[in-house]
């Protein structure tokens, strides 16, 4: 287990207990690229898990980075990967890029991490994007104490993304529900 992350995500593989595993790719996704919002580019997916928006995003051109503390996680996303991506095993607040990404996909790793963490979370974001990169972020909704996942209430995520680090968008898209009955609110910042 990851000291400073404090969960122990291995065990949660190892054990079937994956509930923030979607059957398909995210619907936030989906929106940004069809939107035009999300083109192809280099991006990083820290926490990724073994989901499969790494593979799609590769097969669509991007140059993919995956950045996962589980064992068993990184090895299914290096399987299905090839060599179409790079995939590291690392403990995020551990590990930095050699330059920084384009875009970075945070679908379940900002709500996965203890309160207590996110703000280091939060720089370690703004060191990995370049100036005007965009993080393409999905922040839970629980509205309820403890977790994972945690509750990212937009209020204090706007105040964790600041204005003086981060551009916000006008308005926000609705809220897209998740298979375990809580709400995500997607957002796409543009780091400054």
Known sequence: MSESQAIDWEARYQAGR???ERPGLHPALIAWRASGELIPCCILIPGAGRSPEPLALADAGFAVTVLDVAPSAAAAQRQRLGSRGAVVQSDLFAWEPPMPFDAVYDQTCLCALPPERVAEYEQCLARWLRADGSL???FMQTSQPGGPPFDCPIAEMRKLFAAER???PDALPPLIAHPSL???QPVRLRRR
């Open 18 to 20: 994956t509930g923030w």
């Open 136 to 138: 393409f972020v999905l």
């Open 166 to 168: 981060w551009v916000w």
């Open 182 to 184: 809580r709400d995500e």
